[in-house]
T-cell receptor
Framework: NAGVTQTPKFRVLKTGQSMTLLCAQD?????MYWYRQDPGMGLRLIHY???????AKGEVPDGYNVSRLKKQNFLLGLESAAPSQTSVYFC????????????FGPGTRLTVT | KNQVEQSPQSLIILEGKNCTLQ??????????LRWYKQDTGRGPVSLTI?????NTKSNGRYTATLDADTKQSSLHITASQLSDSASYIC??????????FGKGTKLSVKP
């Protein structure tokens, strides 16, 4: 039982390049989330999904796209990376319902130069 | 505007001592409050989740309290260990897509 895994762990991009971050969970959770964590700030929600084939915007969605083609996977795409997207990205998953725990992955450290 | 304020920003204590971390929040809608522990370079790990009607919840040496009327929560750590060195994040919120993460309190436990 691996929990929540993220690929890659580290990545350096040049401005304008694109990439996809992959999140996978093996807990059969309905809900999945993408957050970013910047120095001196709390985690902020980028996009989330309440089920296969569904996605919704979070607090800071601009510049990102997501897809949930399979229940266990949640992809985060950057079409044209900008230095402002330099951050640590965390994926999480949970059961539905307000009081269920969110399980986080180990994070992806992305630097855009 | 949703806000979460945690205090202190950082704290250094000696191994074996107790400490209490504070969280004040203004979040709407509000139905639950979580405390997470985040080790350096790792993802957050849930310590406790309290619904608005709960006043206290424990998880081993960690005890969280919640006063929904005054919009305050605290996390008490008993008999601290070196492995407690981490950031502790207060997270009030409503639905799963509406959690507001605080900036965290960085705790250092020294031998």
């Amino acid at each position: 039982n691996a929990g929540v895994t993220q690929t890659p762990k580290f990545r350096v991009l040049k401005t304008g390049q694109s990439m996809t971050l992959l999140c996978a969970q093996d807990m059969n959770h309905e809900y999945m989330y993408w957050y970013r964590q910047d120095p001196g700030m709390g985690l902020r929600l980028i996009h989330y999904s309440v089920g296969e084939g569904t996605t919704a915007k979070g607090e800071v969605p601009d510049g990102y796209n997501v897809s949930r083609l399979k229940k266990q996977n949640f992809l985060l795409g950057l079409e044209s990376a900008a230095p402002s997207q330099t951050s640590v990205y965390f994926c999480a998953s949970s059961y539905p319902g307000g009081a269920y725990e969110q399980y986080f992955g180990p994070g992806t450290r992305l630097t855009v130069t | 505007k949703n806000q979460v304020e945690q205090s202190p920003q950082s704290l250094i204590i000696l191994e074996g001592k107790n400490c209490t971390l504070q969280c004040n929040y203004t979040v709407s809608p509000f139905s639950n409050l979580r405390w997470y522990k985040q080790d350096t370079g790792r993802g957050p790990v849930s310590l406790t989740i309290m619904t608005f009607s709960e006043n206290t919840k424990s998880n081993g040496r960690y005890t969280a309290t919640l006063d929904a009327d005054t919009k305050q929560s605290s996390l008490h750590i008993t008999a601290s260990q070196l492995s407690d060195s981490a950031s502790y994040i207060c997270v009030p919120g409503g639905s799963q897509g509406n959690l507001i993460f605080g900036k965290g309190t960085k705790l250092s436990v020294k031998p």
